[in-house]
């Protein structure tokens, strides 16, 4: 497999953990997990998150679990991209 000269990125690992959540999904006997698939790719920083149903969702910030519910409106309204640790 590492002889075929494929490289696989971060975004098709999210693409096939999807594919395999949906498939679970159909057959009645889900993954009961949220996946949050992290990497670098072409240099650039990706991250995507998958859930129970395989709904992919590829963001500058991904909240999960709980936090889900009462942090992703606190980090959506003070997202800025250029904002320094400072």
């Known amino acids: 497999m ?3 000269g494929v490289k ?3 975004s098709n690992y999210a693409n096939y953990l999807a594919g395999l959540c949906y498939a679970k999904r159909n057959k009645q006997n ?3 997990n949220n996946f949050v698939v992290a ?6 920083a ?13 963001k500058d910030y991904l909240t999960v679990g ?3 519910y009462f942090g992703h409106a606190l980090i959506a309204n003070e997202w800025n991209p250029n904002k ?3």
């Not at 990497?39 to 650039?44: E, M, S």
């Open 2 to 4: 590492f002889d075929d």
């Open 8 to 10: 696989h990125s971060v």
């Open 30 to 32: 889900p993954y009961y």
């Open 66 to 68: 709980f936090s889900k």
């Open 46 to 58: 990706h991250l995507s998150s998958i859930d129970l149903y395989g709904n992919h969702i590829a």
């Open 84 to 86: 320094t640790m400072e």
């Open 39 to 44: 990497g670098f790719q072409n240099g650039k």
